[in-house]
Nanobody
Framework: QVQLVESGGGSVQAGGSLRLSCATS????????MAWFRQAPGQEREGVARLYVGTSAPFYTDSVRGRFTISRDNAKNTLFLEMRGLKPEDTAMYYCAARRDGCTWDMDYWGKGTLVTIAS
């Protein structure tokens, strides 16, 4: 069973940066996909960035491409989301997720989330 625990959320001014972490436990194989999602108040959850573990190939949604970077420290079993140039519209609960086989937005495991608030 894979367990995911997010940390690193907080409140920053627009233009600032945050680094989210997702500590993982359980087996994460090379065919797994790791991802970050977010859900703003009153909106549906959306995929932000994902990474295929076997190749570390990243994919970003258009709204964050060039500002966010997803990465994974295999030795520490930790997934990161480096966020720069933050905007008020980035305010949301951010979730870490994992999929057992292949990289799509359809995930098998979820963390409980960490809150990011961007002040204008």
């Amino acid at each position: 069973q894979v367990q995911l625990v997010e940390s690193g959320g907080g409140s920053v001014q627009a233009g600032g940066s945050l680094r989210l972490s997702c500590a993982t436990s359980g087996y994460i194989g090379h065919r797994y996909c790791m991802a970050w999602f977010r859900q703003a108040p009153g909106q549906e959850r959306e995929g932000v960035a994902r990474l295929y573990v076997g190749t570390s190939a990243p994919f970003y949604t258009d709204s964050v491409r060039g500002r966010f970077t997803i990465s994974r420290d295999n030795a520490k079993n930790t997934l990161f989301l480096e966020m720069r140039g933050l905007k008020p519209e980035d305010t949301a609960m951010y979730y870490c997720a994992a999929r057992r086989d292949g990289c799509t937005w359809d995930m098998d495991y979820w963390g409980k989330g960490t809150l990011v608030t961007i002040a204008s």
